[in-house]
């Protein structure tokens, strides 16, 4: 079975840093990868997805994920956050072609940013 | 336009009480899931449904029931209660079930057992 990691699991920055939260999955095949984003107290909503095509893919609210394939990797950047942007971070994965019982979350990254 | 809807949004039990969890999506979804969120473990599957009348297990079914009669509802239940089930709950829902297409969430439902 697939797994995947995130690596930071609370991450402190201060309005107008950049961020960069990283996401690494394990499975060989084709993926579909999605950044789902908790603000506190609500339910997750879908920052951005890759499917196929371009691996940049730009998301909602100024966020953008690159799909790197050899690395198997699918990080999360924003150029400047905000103290809006405090909330929690999932990576996910599921394989393409494959069923959606096996999307598989990251255990979360808690972003808080000190205004 | 209301999407993936939970209630109730938090409730107390009893160990060996049980209780529904009722979720309901007016999107026409053929794929519905029920998640529970624990502190550094993010989501895992309890069960999902593929449509009405087709039900399996996910990752961490034991001690959840479910049932899907229409293609709205499906609700999640809990047989009795035990501590090891305080979380949060969440209900998805999928326009297919081959995870080409993101979930939409419901708002969560926060249950303690005591």
């Known amino acids: 079975a697939q797994s995947v990691s995130q690596h930071n699991h609370h991450v402190i920055l201060s309005e107008a840093a950049s961020l960069e939260l990283g996401c690494n999955y394990s499975y060989g095949g084709t993926v579909n990868l999605f950044w789902y984003v908790q603000y506190p107290g609500q339910h997750l909503q879908l920052l951005l997805k890759?499917?196929?095509?371009?691996?940049l893919v730009k998301g909602i609210k100024g966020f953008e994920a690159e799909f790197i394939k050899s690395k198997f990797s699918f990080n999360l950047r924003k150029p400047s956050v905000q103290w809006s942007d405090t909330a929690e971070y999932f990576c996910a994965v599921n394989p393409g072609g494959g069923s959606a019982r096996q999307l598989t979350f990251g255990s979360g990254t808690q972003l808080t940013v000190l205004p | 336009n209301a999407g993936v809807t939970q209630t109730p949004k938090f409730q107390v039990l009893k160990t060996g009480q049980s209780m529904t969890l009722q979720c309901a999506q007016d999107?026409?979804?053929?794929?519905m899931s029920w998640y529970r969120q624990d502190p550094g473990m993010g989501l895992r599957l309890i069960h999902y449904s593929v449509g009405a009348g087709i039900t399996d297990q996910g990752e961490v079914p034991n001690g959840y029931n479910v049932s899907r009669s229409t293609t709205e509802d499906f609700p999640l239940r809990l047989l009795s209660a035990a501590p090891s089930q305080t979380s949060v709950y969440f209900c998805?829902?999928?326009?297919?079930?081959?995870?080409?297409?993101?979930?939409?969430f419901g708002d969560g439902t926060r249950l303690s057992i005591l």
């Open positions: 890759y499917f196929s095509g371009d691996p």
């Open positions: 999107m026409n979804h053929e794929y």
């Open positions: 998805a829902s999928s326009p297919d079930s081959l995870g080409n297409q993101p979930q939409h």
